[in-house]
C-alpha cells in the first residue's frame, strides 16, 4: 500500500521531498532522480536546492531523466520540457547539465512526420534508463483525469516510453503556459510509460488543491485501472503520496492516514 501523507501547504510537502532526496545523495553521490515538471514539483525542487546549498551536497554525479517531452517544440523553446528542467532543477541543484536527459533530447523539433526518428527515440530512451542503473525516486504530479507523465486515460499499465496524442483537457490545462492559447499547445509527446514509471525505486507522487480530489480519490482508494493510470501506484512497493488538505478532501480514510503518519516510527523515513 502506498504512504499518503497529508500536509498543510506545498511548502511542507516540498521540504519532505527535499530531505529524503538530499539524504539519498548523500549515501548514493550518484543517484538517478526522475524528474516531472509542471507546478506541483517546484516547490520540492526548491526546498532540495535549499538544503543542497545550506549543506554543500556534491551534485557532480547526479543523473537525472525527465519524463516527458513535448514533440514539435525545438528545444530552446521556452515551454519545451528541455528548457524547463535546466530552469527549474539543474540550474538551482547545480547539476551537470549532461547528465540530466529529457525523452525528446534526440528529436529537437522533430515532427511526427519523422517517423523513424520519433518512433525508435521511446526504446532508446528506456535504455538509457537501464544503462544508469535505474531511477532512484521519481517525482510525480498528477492531472485531473489522473494521468501521470503524459499517459492519458486508457494507457497501458505496461507500457514503456513511447509517443502518445495528448487529451484536450490536458491541453487545457497546460494552455497557461502558451499565452492562454490552446491552439499552440502541441498535440503529441513522448513520455515515459506507466511501466517505465513504476521500474524506479522510490515513487513520489504530490498533488495540491480541491482541483485534483477526484484523481487522488480514484488513485489512491479506486481500483486499478487504466482509467485512472496513476492508480498503478498501488502495485509499487514504494510508493509516497503527498497531498495538502484539499486535495485530501475526498478520501474516505484520510483520518488513518493522518494517524498512522503520526505514529510512523522515527527511523522509517519516506
Avoid at 53 to 80: K, N, R, T
Avoid at 217 to 231: D, K, L, R, W, Y
Wanted: net charge negative; glycine share 10%.
Amino acid at each position: 500500500m502506498s504512504e499518503i501523507i497529508i500536509v498543510k501547504d506545498e511548502q511542507e510537502a516540498g521540504a519532505i521531498y527535499g530531505h529524503s532526496v538530499a539524504n539519498l545523495i548523500k549515501t548514493k553521490p550518484n543517484a538517478v532522480l526522475g524528474l516531472a515538471t509542471g507546478s506541483s514539483p517546484l516547490a520540492a525542487y526548491q526546498a532540495l536546492a535549499g538544503i543542497v546549498h545550506d549543506e554543500g551536497i556534491d551534485m557532480s554525479q547526479v543523473q537525472g531523466f525527465a519524463l516527458d517531452e513535448y514533440i514539435g517544440l525545438p528545444l530552446s523553446h521556452p515551454e519545451s520540457y528541455h528548457s524547463t528542467i535546466f530552469r527549474t532543477v539543474v540550474e538551482p541543484l547545480g547539476l551537470d547539465p549532461a547528465k540530466v536527459h529529457v525523452p525528446g533530447d534526440a528529436l529537437d523539433g522533430a515532427s511526427l512526420e519523422d517517423g523513424a526518428k520519433v518512433a525508435g527515440a521511446g526504446a532508446a530512451y528506456d535504455a538509457a534508463i537501464e544503462a544508469a542503473g535505474g531511477i532512484d525516486v521519481q517525482i510525480l504530479g498528477i492531472g485531473t483525469d489522473g494521468h501521470v507523465g503524459f499517459n492519458e486515460p486508457g494507457s497501458s499499465l505496461a507500457s514503456g516510453t513511447r509517443v502518445k496524442t495528448l487529451a484536450e483537457q490536458t491541453r487545457a490545462d497546460n494552455a497557461r503556459f502558451f499565452d492562454n492559447d490552446v491552439n499552440q499547445v502541441p498535440t503529441h509527446c513522448i513520455t515515459q510509460g506507466i511501466g517505465t514509471i513504476m521500474k524506479a525505486r522510490h515513487l513520489v507522487l504530490l498533488a495540491f488543491g480541491a482541483g485534483k480530489a477526484e484523481a487522488i480519490a480514484e488513485t489512491v482508494e479506486g481500483g486499478i485501472s487504466a482509467f485512472c493510470p496513476a492508480s498503478a501506484l498501488q502495485l509499487h512497493p514504494h510508493a509516497t503520496i503527498i497531498i495538502d488538505e484539499e486535495a485530501a478532501s475526498r478520501l474516505r480514510h484520510k483520518d488513518y492516514y493522518r494517524y498512522a503518519y503520526a505514529h510512523k516510527p522515527a527511523w522509517q523515513h519516506i
